[in-house]
């Protein structure tokens, strides 16, 4: 048993953030049912190529993006704008503990589905709404993409080379990583409101904003700009407080290097062959290595390209000295760490046999994550979920899909 298998959560969103906080509570045991639209269901199962292949190599329905975001849930087909699929949906969420929906703000109260409305038949219920900047402010109604969430909230003029080099300019990160970052923190916010209804009872309304997490995982970059009146400029890989925290050029590549104190700084001085950095009175502590940014680097780079990547890896390992590769997502998953932890898995597929997934991270020593069953086709669940959870019979179900409410 999951260490939330006594939830049920009602996932109203698409996309990404929302139906990734729902993978998450999914994985942790909870009993997630997706609703969808008929007929084309969450956007993302269009997101593609690439498509899951079957076992003949063809393409199935099932977009890679979307398979990415919905393990473990079932799918049930409502369209809820006719008033007989605002009726089953909340009778779905008066037997729920949480509602997840990512709807433009106000969107859903047009169909009695907003939390005012589902509070009055559920006051229980935990319900988060995920919007691009929030239930409040200025911005409220517009809709917000993870994309230019990354350049209004800052993150992007961070990113990329820095002014001066070829290929300067601003730079998204490689993921939608707000949408990502955001169903992190929806999850947590979750989590916290069960506990609160734990100890004191009733459920609550969650206010979830890609912009407002945008912001917070702007981390230390934010408080050098708060601490300083001065907005930190796109450094490339480099680090704005650590130095040498970036990428050197190998014989046959490239490598990350990681010095976090001035301990490290000093062996990898030594595994350079130039033992004398860790003593010049410019290099001797982090924060001269900061100031002396400039002339430490280059002589850095004219040292590593003497060795391979393997060999700069090896001896910098065997000192202590934080480094690593830069691989793609082919080297990345043929690694032996990531083997070792088991992070590629297969789960059984109604269409291809078997579908890849990335496995979770999360690692319980009494309530593992478990791999129930792969992203849903869609409505895959709607007879087994509207039947054996509401009690509609066969006849009910069938009338319901004449009409188009299924």
Known sequence: MGALSH???????????G????????????????????GSGDDTRAWGPPFLKDAKGENTSEAAYYLSANRNKRSVTIDFTQPEGQRLVRELAAKSDVVIENFKVGGLAAYGLDYESLRQINP?????????????????????????????????SLTGRPEGEEGAGPVKVGVALTDILTGLYSTVAILAALAHREQNGGGQHIDMALLDVQVACLANQAMNYLTTGTAPRRLGNAHPNIVPYQDFPTADGDFILTVGNDGQFRK???????????????????????????????LIRQATVFK?????????????????????????????????????????HPLAGSVPQVASPIRLSETPVEYRNAPPLLGEHTEQILGGLLGLADGDIQRLREAGVL
């Open 7 to 17: 939830l049920r959560v009602l996932d109203l969103s698409r996309v990404l953030a």
């Open 19 to 38: 139906p990734w906080s729902g993978q998450i509570l999914a994985d942790l045991g909870a009993e997630v049912i997706k609703v969808e639209r008929p």
């Open 124 to 156: 229980n219920l935990i319900y988060c709404s995920i919007t691009g900047f929030g239930q409040t402010g200025p911005y409220a109604k517009r809709a917000g993409y993870d994309f230019m969430i990354q350049g209004l909230g800052g993150l992007m």
């Open 268 to 298: 990898f001085a030594e595994v350079a062959g130039q033992p004398q950095w860790a003593d010049d009175p410019r290099f001797v502590t982090n924060k001269l290595r900061v100031a002396n940014r400039a002339e430490l680097i280059p």
């Open 308 to 348: 391979t990547t393997a060999e700069w890896v090896s001896q910098l390992e065997q000192a202590g000295v934080p480094c690593g590769p830069i691989n793609d997502l082919a080297q990345m998953f043929a690694d032996p760490q990531v083997k070792a932890r088991g992070l590629a898995i297969d789960i059984p």
